[in-house]
């Protein structure tokens, strides 16, 4: 009867440590996936100048997407500049602007509400207006003739959310947690007109 414990134990054993390993794999896979990622992002020529072009993968933490349902506004903050470096002295900054979203949740209609500027667009999910959020299309950022033929320009883009647009109390509280601090890297590209 022993060696039959034993021997079940040990099964037992491995089958848990496996199980284990595979739970904590899943859970670090989900910590991970929280964020915001560049996918890909563009200078695009046109004959109205150069738009920006660019895709994110935007995932909320759990902190974030309750603050929402409970009717606490999102401020999203679209960053973007163009740089000319230059060997014999600083760069010189060509450009740089911020596009700012909101993002809401209107409990009586149960819609989210995107907004940039005086524009708003509602969505039946969360997922929706992430969705819409995360793919920036012809968005005019340079007038025609600004970058100079032959010239290499760095661009730079990210997203993230803007804590200082949050009510004082969050904004306190995004002081002293980590899930309030959400927001992409520079994603940097070499663009030659």
């Known amino acids: 009867m ?4 034993t021997r079940c134990c040990k ?4 089958l848990g440590a496996l199980i284990a390993c595979a739970l904590s794999f899943f859970i670090f896979a989900a910590a991970q996936a929280e964020g ?5 992002a563009a200078l695009v020529a046109g004959e109205e100048g150069y738009f920006l072009e ?17 009717g606490v506004p999102l401020y999203f903050l679209l960053e ?21 979203y909101r993002l809401a949740y209107n409990a009586l209609t149960r819609q989210y509400r995107l ?7 509602n969505f039946g999910s969360l997922s929706e207006a992430l969705d819409f959020l995360s793919r920036v299309r012809r968005r005019q ?31 306190l509280n995004a002081l002293a947690s980590r899930d ?3 927001g992409s890297e520079w994603h940097r590209w070499s663009v030659t007109p």
């Open 2 to 5: 022993t060696a039959f414990f």
């Open 11 to 14: 099964k037992f054993s491995r």
């Open 36 to 40: 915001i990622d560049v996918r890909n």
């Open 54 to 70: 660019a895709d994110f993968e935007i995932v909320l933490n759990s902190t974030l997407e309750e603050a929402l349902n409970k």
């Open 80 to 100: 973007f500049e163009v740089i000319r470096p230059r060997w014999y002295w600083l760069n010189e900054k060509v450009l740089s602007t911020q596009q700012q």
């Open 115 to 121: 907004g940039v500027g005086s524009l708003y667009q």
């Open 141 to 171: 950022v340079l007038e025609p003739g600004t970058l100079s033929k032959g010239s290499t320009y760095t661009a730079a883009v990210r997203m993230r959310l803007d804590v200082s647009q949050l009510p004082k109390p969050f904004q």
């Open 180 to 182: 309030w601090n959400f």
